[in-house]
C-alpha cells in the first residue's frame, strides 16, 4: 500500500493555478518533513518545496518562490502545495514525499523514504 496520494493536478492555461493535495497514511505524518518534487520529461527530478516538521519551516526552490505555498495539516495528515502564476516551465509530474529526520537535506530527493506515484500538472499557453 502507497503511504501517500497526490492529488489536484490536471491542465491550466498560462497564469492559472492548482492546488496539489498529498494525503498521508500509515504512518506518523507529524514526524515526517514532506517535500514536493518534480520531474519534466526529459529531465531529471528536481526539488520543488517542503516543510519541516519540526517548526514548519518552508522552503522552497528559486524558480517557484513567490509563487508556490507550502503547507501541512497534520490533523488531515495532509500536505498542500498552492501554486499560482503558473508557466508551461511547471509542466511535470509533481510528486509527494516524506522524509524522516532529514534536517537540511530537504531538497535531496535521495533522503526521502516514502513516495506517492505522481500527478500531472500541464500548463498550456
Known amino acids: 500500500q502507497v503511504p501517500l496520494v497526490e492529488s489536484g493536478g490536471g491542465l491550466v492555461q498560462v497564469g492559472g493555478s492548482l492546488r496539489l493535495s498529498c494525503v498521508a497514511s500509515?504512518?506518523?505524518?507529524?514526524?515526517?518533513?514532506m517535500g514536493w518534487f518534480r520531474q519534466a520529461p526529459g529531465k531529471e527530478r528536481e526539488f520543488v518545496s517542503a516543510i519541516s516538521v519540526i517548526d514548519d519551516s518552508t522552503y522552497y526552490t528559486d524558480s517557484v518562490k513567490g509563487r508556490c505555498t507550502i503547507s501541512r495539516d497534520n490533523a488531515k495528515s495532509t500536505v498542500y502545495l498552492q501554486m499560482n502564476s503558473l508557466t508551461p516551465a511547471d509542466t511535470a509530474v509533481y510528486y509527494c514525499?516524506?522524509?524522516?529526520?532529514?534536517?537540511?537535506?530537504?531538497?535531496?530527493?535521495?533522503?526521502?523514504?516514502?513516495w506517492g506515484q505522481g500527478t500531472q500538472v500541464t500548463v498550456s499557453s
Open positions: 500509515g504512518l506518523t505524518f507529524t514526524t515526517y518533513t
Open positions: 514525499a516524506a522524509g524522516y529526520a532529514i534536517g537540511a537535506y530537504y531538497y535531496r530527493g535521495d533522503f526521502y523514504k516514502f
